[in-house]
């Protein structure tokens, strides 16, 4: 289970408030206008943005003063994240070794996660030479490789059409099966095609999670607002 407790962070003008569960293996999507901090709630459970207050668990541990490496958790950014002068197979090593330093073994894990997103074969390539969406199946296959169990998506897929966009969430529904997965989003369909539970952030405060179909189907204030619905 994710915990946050009475998680707060003050950026000038900005605060965020969260203080909710959600349970081991569930997908929850977090929607809201732009501005209202769902990346910066991400941030915060990553590790790359230190809260001015509150607790993060996982699972019964406090993982708040843990660096970002050293969470349970991969982060999967909207830009993909993939470095542009290594190749595909180097960018999915980098979750086997930081150095590059791969053995035989690596090797051979580094190419099996490629196939099982699809990207068998194109391990020498740079990620130029990539489509949007092979671009976002690489970043899949190294987040695959990292075997966290926590995996914070945001936004990953923005930038792709529909079609590869219900693809990219289909891939990501059925190879993170079982782990925890929180995925910022501007579009309800995303949520409403994979996400468990759904968050609400508005006014400052990451609201508790609802059942994603309950959600929709009776809207609160705030996202009937964000839905455009009177």
Same mark, same amino acid.
């Given at each position: 289970m994710l915990t946050l407790e009475n998680l707060t962070i003050e950026q000038g003008a900005f605060r965020l408030k969260a203080d909710w569960s959600v349970p081991e293996g569930s997908v929850t999507a977090i929607v809201g206008p732009s501005g209202g901090g769902k990346s910066t709630l991400l941030s915060m459970i990553g590790g790359y943005f230190s809260p001015t207050s509150g607790r993060i668990f996982w699972k019964e541990a406090d993982i708040g003063a843990l660096p970002p490496g050293k969470r349970p958790v991969s982060t999967l950014f909207q830009d993909n994240n993939l470095f542009p002068h290594l190749t595909v197979a180097q960018n999915v090593g980098l979750a086997l070794r930081p150095d590059l330093r791969l053995g035989v073994g690596e090797n051979e894990q580094v190419e099996a996660a490629l196939a099982e997103v699809g990207l068998g074969g194109f391990g020498a390539r740079k990620p130029g030479t990539l489509s949007g969406g092979q671009a976002s199946r690489a970043a899949l296959a190294r987040v695959l490789l990292q075997s966290r169990p926590l995996i914070?998506?945001?936004?990953?897929?923005?930038?792709?059409?529909p079609a590869m966009r219900r693809e990219m969430l289909e891939l990501v529904a059925e190879k993170l099966k079982g782990r925890t997965? $929180?995925? *910022?989003?501007? &579009?309800?369909?995303? @949520?409403?095609?994979?996400?468990? $539970?759904? *968050?609400?952030? &508005?006014?400052?405060? @990451?609201?508790?999670?609802?059942?994603t179909s309950k959600a929709f189907a009776r809207p609160g204030p705030a996202l009937a607002a964000y839905l455009g619905r009177k």
């Open positions: 914070l998506l945001d936004e990953p897929f923005s930038a792709l059409g997965v $929180l995925m *910022v989003t501007h &579009d309800p369909e995303d @949520a409403k095609q994979i996400a468990d $539970l759904l *968050v609400m952030v &508005d006014g400052g405060v @990451a609201n508790a999670p609802v059942a």
